[in-house]
C-alpha cells in the first residue's frame, strides 16, 4: 500500500469514528439546548446502548434489529428516569450542581453496569456482512457505511426537529428563557423529560452501531462520552451540524495522528484541540458568539 493510500485509509477510519463522536455530540446538544447544562452521563448512554442489544441478541435470542429497537427505548426511559429522579428533585438548580448530578449518575450507572455485565468486553456482529470494499487502494467495512448514514439520518432529523416543530422550538426556549416560556405556556418540566429521553435515544443508537467495529464494555462510555464533548465543543455547542464538523474533524486528526506518528498520541490531540478552541474560539468552528439582552 502506497503512502496515498495509507493515508486515505487513515481519513476513512477517521471519518467512521468522527461520525460516532458526532452522535455522542448529538446527545449533548439535546439536552443543552434545554436545560444550558452539560450531560456528563451521555457517554453512559452510548454503553448501555450497546449493552443492553446484546442482552436482547444473546439472552433473549430476538434478532439484531428488535434487539436495537428495544435497547434505544429502553436506554430513553433510562434517560426520563434520570430526570425525574436526579435532576428534577433539586429545587432553585444552578449548571454547576446539575453538572454534577450527571457526573455521579455516570459513576453510578458504570458501576451497575459492571455487576449486571461484568468487565469483558462483547461483540455485536457487523449489519451487513463484514467483507470490505475496496475504494482506490483503501478498503471501506460495510459496518463504516452504517455509522455514517445513521449519523447524517439522525442529525438531519434533529436539525428539522428543532428548526421546524412547536415541541422543538419550546424545548430551545426552555432553556433561553425559562420564566418567559412557562408565561406563554410551555411546560419546561416536560420539554426537559423529553430532552433526557431523546438524548438516551441517540445515545443508545451510537453504542449500537460502534459496537460491531470496536465491541462493548462496561467503560466504554468514559472515553466516548469525554470525545463526544469534544466534538460538540469544537463545532459548537448547541449547533448540529457543527457537532458534525467537530465529530469528523476530530475523528481525521485522531487517525492521521495515530497512523502518522504514533497511537500513543491519539487523545492526547483530542483533548489538545479542545483546549485549543477553548483557549481561542470558545464557541466552536460554526457556533456564534452569544450576546446579551437588555
Do not use: H
Not at 15 to 32: E, K, R
Not at 50 to 62: D, E, F, H, P, Y
Not at 64 to 92: E, F, S
Not at 196 to 224: E, H, N, R, W
Amino acid at each position: 500500500m502506497t503512502f496515498e493510500q495509507q493515508v486515505l485509509q487513515y481519513l476513512i477510519t477517521g471519518i467512521t469514528v468522527g461520525s460516532i463522536y458526532a452522535l455522542i455530540g448529538m446527545g449533548f446538544n439535546i439536552i443543552y439546548n434545554s436545560t444550558e447544562i452539560i450531560n456528563f452521563a451521555q457517554g453512559e448512554f452510548v454503553m448501555l446502548g450497546g449493552l443492553l442489544t446484546v442482552t436482547g441478541i444473546q439472552a433473549l435470542r430476538l434478532p439484531l434489529p428488535l434487539a436495537a429497537i428495544l435497547a434505544v427505548c429502553a436506554v430513553a426511559l433510562i434517560g426520563v428516569i434520570l430526570d425525574i429522579a436526579a435532576i428534577r428533585p433539586i429545587r432553585n438548580p444552578n449548571p454547576i450542581t446539575l453538572i454534577i448530578i450527571t457526573i455521579g449518575a455516570s459513576i453510578f450507572i458504570r458501576g451497575i453496569s459492571s455487576l449486571v455485565w461484568g468487565k469483558e468486553p462483547y461483540p455485536i456482529r457487523a449489519f451487513s456482512g463484514e467483507d470490505p470494499i475496496p475504494f482506490l487502494g483503501a478498503v471501506i467495512q460495510p459496518q463504516s457505511l452504517w455509522v455514517m448514514g445513521i449519523a447524517f439520518l439522525i442529525v438531519l432529523g434533529l436539525r428539522q426537529f428543532f428548526g421546524r416543530t412547536i415541541t422543538g422550538k419550546a424545548m430551545m426556549a426552555s432553556a433561553f428563557q425559562p420564566r418567559a416560556a412557562r408565561l406563554v405556556g410551555i411546560d419546561t418540566r416536560f420539554m426537559i423529560l423529553v430532552s433526557f429521553g431523546l438524548s438516551g435515544l441517540v445515545g443508545a443508537a451510537a453504542g449500537i452501531v460502534i459496537a460491531p467495529i470496536s465491541m462493548t464494555q462496561y467503560d466504554i462510555g468514559v472515553m466516548m462520552g469525554l470525545k463526544g464533548f469534544c466534538a460538540a465543543i469544537i463545532g459548537g455547542l448547541g449547533n448540529f451540524w457543527g457537532v458534525v464538523v467537530g465529530g469528523v474533524a476530530l475523528g481525521v486528526l485522531e487517525s492521521l495522528g495515530a497512523g502518522l506518528i504514533s497511537s500513543g498520541y491519539k487523545d492526547a490531540i483530542a483533548f489538545g484541540i479542545l483546549l485549543v478552541m477553548l483557549f481561542f474560539r470558545p464557541q466552536g468552528i460554526l457556533g456564534r458568539t452569544k450576546g446579551d439582552r437588555v
